[in-house]
């Protein structure tokens, strides 16, 4: 699969502010153009009808008697107006009967006003030129005598309106650079706290729990590094929960009790279990001819390969108690696989002791003897003991059969009850069974040894 293209975060907070600030500078110059433009047109307009009202009403009389010397007086009076280029006057046939300048060069004289009242005035606009043509026509009374036109240039005003969008842009262009460097600024600032999370995080993914990083302000940042730092204590403790837990239960036991705590019950419950006994033969005569150090030395060195051997299949240690320790299968939820589990863990632990009775032997150190006794039934499950000390485990009959199977276990015996037999399936090889007398029990139990698997 193809690599998706990656942009840094850096890079994108820098490009989307200066594409911000780039496009306010180029909508913002857009604007004052347009409303230049605009304003300029009203004024051009307002102007134009202000002269154009004072002419026509100055050129009435010399235009009704001929009187061409005045009209090109008064012409060339009002054509001092700042923006005016050229008035002229028509008269009632559309001969010319003055004009402020002689010759004019554009063909514009063509256009007439419209004749539908006194007040009514006509524009029309040169863009080429940038002229605007303003006309109206001149009454004596209620009778049309002729036109007065009027031609401003908005060159003045074109030179105003580019003074100011220079200095705009000029503006303009120093904020831009301003707002580059804010960018610059504020990318760095937001993406050095978040690329060191992102490197805690990495680190912390390959389970170093010592970070602790210092937050860089009083804001949202500041308070996901607090975050930050508050779960990896929390994944850290999580973590030695999880690794104390795996000391009792399998690694795969240990994952579902972290993922579904209600598993572990704060009271007692009744469920099926299977418990699994084994205990050293001999015991007190093996104590009693070894020193404190050799005794704990050979317990320490059996027990690190069956515990592990009991973890593996699924099981947990719940109690080790000197010479012997209980394994439970079942805890804190039965599955149907564990009593065919419970009998291969078993035979793995015969094979786990008598490894390391070779071991021991090539170095010529003392062995121990192993007698295990398993069955299955109901037993009560919960938290037992104290507010100082609790235990999670299992009472009842069924682990005090199973206590008493392990003790009538010979050297390498491996004693199963006839129940366990049943449940777990076909793929094993048992003696014959036999009765058993069990205290406690008002009847005997059925009982044959495991041999090993077919």
């Not at 554009?106 to 002229?131: A, C, V």
């Not at 795969?252 to 050293?280: K, S, T, Y």
Request: charged share 20%.
């Amino acid at each position: 699969m193809r690599k998706a293209f990656r942009i840094g975060l850096f890079l994108k907070i820098f490009l989307l502010s200066s594409a911000v600030s780039l496009i306010s500078l180029v909508g913002g110059y857009w604007l004052l153009e347009k409303q230049m433009v605009s304003r300029v047109s009203r004024i051009l307009k307002s102007e134009s009808q202000l002269v154009l009202d004072q002419l026509a009403h100055a050129v009435a009389i010399p235009i009704i008697s001929d009187d061409r010397l005045t009209i090109n007086d008064l012409l060339r009076t009002f054509s001092l107006q700042n923006g005016v280029k050229e008035i002229f006057v028509k008269g009632k046939d559309g001969k010319i009967l003055g004009d402020s300048i002689k010759g004019h060069p554009l063909d514009i004289r063509g256009y007439t006003p419209s004749k539908n009242g006194e007040t009514k005035i006509f524009f029309h606009h040169f863009e080429q030129f940038h002229y605007d043509l303003a006309s109206k026509t001149v009454f004596f009374g209620n009778i049309p005598i002729g036109t007065i036109s009027i031609v401003f240039s908005d060159k003045p005003y074109r030179v105003i309106r580019n003074e100011i969008l220079s200095s705009f842009l000029v503006l303009g262009l120093a904020g831009l650079i301003l707002s580059l460097g804010g960018a610059l600024f504020l990318s760095r600032f937001l993406t050095r706290p978040i690329k060191t999370l992102h490197q805690a995080t990495q680190s912390l993914m390959g389970g170093d729990f010592s970070l602790q990083l210092t937050p860089s302000s009083h804001d949202e940042l500041g308070d996901l590094t607090e975050g930050f730092n508050q779960m990896v204590k929390e994944l850290h403790h999580k973590e030695l929960l999880q690794n104390a837990l795996i000391r009792y239960v399998s690694h795969d036991m240990a994952e579902r009790i972290l993922l579904n705590p209600d598993l572990i019950h704060l009271g007692g419950i009744r469920q099926e279990v299977v418990v699994l006994f084994a205990d050293i033969r001999d015991f007190t005569r093996l104590s009693n001819i070894l020193s404190p150090e050799q005794t704990v030395a050979i317990l320490n060195e059996y027990y690190d390969s069956l515990i592990r051997v009991v973890l593996d299949h699924q099981g947990s240690v719940n109690n080790i108690m000197g010479d012997g320790f209980m394994a439970v299968f079942g805890i804190p939820e039965f599955l149907p696989d564990h009593p065919r589990i419970a009998l291969n863990c078993a035979i793995a632990l015969r094979h786990a002791i008598l490894a390391c009775s070779k071991s021991r032997m090539e170095r010529n150190l003392p062995i121990a003897e192993f007698g295990m006794g398993l069955h299955i039934g109901d037993g009560i499950v919960g938290n037992i003991g104290s507010g100082m000390r609790m235990e999670y485990t299992v009472v009842g009959q069924t682990v005090n059969v199973a206590s008493r199977l392990e003790t009538l276990a010979q050297p390498s015996d491996i004693l199963v009850s006839l129940d366990l037999r049943h449940r777990a399936g076909g793929d094993f090889t048992f003696s014959e069974d036999y009765p058993v007398a069990i205290k406690g029990l008002d009847k005997e139990i059925r009982v044959c040894q495991l041999l090993e698997k077919t």
